[in-house]
């Protein structure tokens, strides 16, 4: 028999899945919009700056909430190392605060630079930003999940999990943009775009 938490659970999954409109990701060949910030341990990002030494494996993510990111996270830690030499540095980005990122930091053992996309500047530039309904907030919240307060903004902004690859011209090589958010850029995939 089906519990009402067992039904709400298939609601929200399905109801999760749903195509979200609108966003499309910036392109293959198309110029990374620069940023400036900091990541979560203080130190200052400057893709441009960066990109004069490396490639970039950049990342935006939902929260530490969603079992899809922390998995994508957690491949992305384990093939550290595969990334590293070929030259390239890992970014991720996500509209959560600090203490959010903190527990991301617990669940994957990331050590690669996570930054707190405060009022989603950068999600904007690269096109991957959606809001949810208020009847889709009221459902996550109803399971733990409150992205406003995770985010400190009030706008119910996620990103769509999205992966870029970008050279040291500052130029998309490769793209992975699927609003799909179960469905990630593969280790592989990466490790090919950055050959």
């Known amino acids: 028999m089906l519990t009402i938490k067992t039904i ?3 609601v929200f999954f399905l109801w999760g899945t749903h195509l979200v409109h609108g966003q499309q990701g910036i392109q293959i060949n198309e110029k990374a919009p620069h940023f400036r910030a900091y990541d979560h341990k203080g130190s200052v990002i400057n893709l441009d ?8 494996v950049l990342l935006f993510y939902r929260g ?5 990111c922390n998995r994508h996270m957690s491949a992305l830690q384990d093939s550290l190392h595969l990334i590293t030499e070929k030259d390239a540095r890992v970014i991720a980005i996500t509209q959560e605060k600090n203490d959010a990122i903190n527990q991301t930091l617990q669940k994957t053992n990331t050590s690669f630079s996570i930054i707190y996309d405060e009022n989603h500047q950068i999600m904007d530039a690269y096109d991957v930003t959606f809001y949810l309904s208020k009847s889709k907030h009221l459902l996550y919240q109803s399971f733990g999940i409150n992205v406003n307060k995770a985010s400190g903004n009030n706008d119910r902004a996620l990103p769509v999990p999205a992966t ?3 050279s040291e011209k500052g ?3 490769n793209r992975h943009f699927n609003k799909n958010y179960k469905v990630r850029m593969s280790v592989n995939e990466i490790l090919k775009s950055l050959e």
């Open 8 to 10: 709400g659970l298939f």
């Open 49 to 56: 700056t960066i990109l004069n030494k490396n490639k970039v």
């Open 64 to 68: 530490q909430w969603c079992p899809y």
């Open 164 to 166: 870029f690859i970008i």
């Open 171 to 173: 130029v998309v090589i």
